[in-house]
């Protein structure tokens, strides 16, 4: 009897753990609303990416930014660092990325094994949330692109998302939230990257992080504003 129960137990924990992964197959396509984000996560399954637990961060936090191209832009919120710090890390993420020059396409969170699909609600950034994202680069051409959030420190009002293993580019990006002596809130935008292009390096992604980056903090500061924060 004791062998029996033993034996159940490991079968309802394998089930369990199983079902905890997260399969990208059980992504609802019809749900994500983006054509180019559903061939991103069809492409991941054809190179044998199973779970989302699968999907890594090309970049870890504490790993090495040798060989990286550096990129880094400031901006200024006129309110207090701990409302802006609390608005940036709870602001619904379908809502936060979700502007002129980039779409929300999907939401999976590794802690609580959850899907989100555009229009639906998740109380804002965490550790281990990957984010797929359509990106509007030029009029008539629109990219895929992924990452995961691996750093959210309350402590010091860092976060950092890196660009998932399988994405064109590698690298991470930190955004430091600081206070001016206006009692205002600095954010030092920092992008560490590179891919497998000089001309895709050194001129394009410096250019067009410019603009996504600016659309999204200007798309944070409207939505703070609409809150009346």
């Known amino acids: 009897m004791k062998r029996f129960l033993l034996l159940f ?12 992964q997260g399969y990208l197959s059980d992504v609802q396509f019809d749900k994500v609303g983006q054509l180019e984000v559903a061939q991103y996560v069809q492409v991941q399954m054809n190179n044998n990416t199973a779970t989302f637990m699968d999907v890594k ?15 880094e832009r400031e901006y200024i ?7 802006v710090w609390s608005h940036y890390i709870h602001t619904n993420p379908s809502v936060a990325w979700n502007a002129s020059r980039f779409s929300f396409g999907l939401l999976y969170s590794k802690n609580s094994n959850q899907l989100v699909y555009p229009n ?17 680069v030029l009029k008539l051409k629109k990219l895929a692109t992924a990452f995961e959030i691996t750093t959210v420190d309350t402590n010091d009002k860092v976060i950092e998302f890196s660009y998932v293993a399988d994405n064109i580019t590698h690298g991470k990006q930190q955004l430091s939230f600081s206070q001016t002596r206006k009692g ?29 980056a600016n659309t999204y903090h200007r798309n944070m500061k409207r939505i703070y504003k609409a809150a009346g924060e």
């Open 184 to 212: 205002y809130t600095k954010i030092t935008h920092r992008t560490y990257f590179k891919s497998q292009s000089v001309l895709r390096d050194h001129f394009l992604y410096p250019y067009f992080h410019t603009r996504l």
């Open 120 to 136: 639906e609600y998740v109380d804002g950034i965490d550790a281990g949330q990957i984010i797929y994202l359509n990106l509007h």
């Open 9 to 20: 137990t490991g079968v309802l924990m394998c089930a369990y753990f199983s079902k905890a």
């Open 57 to 71: 961060p090309s970049l870890e936090p504490t790993a090495s930014i040798d060989g990286f191209r550096f990129h």
């Open 77 to 83: 919120v006129k309110d207090s660092l701990l409302k």
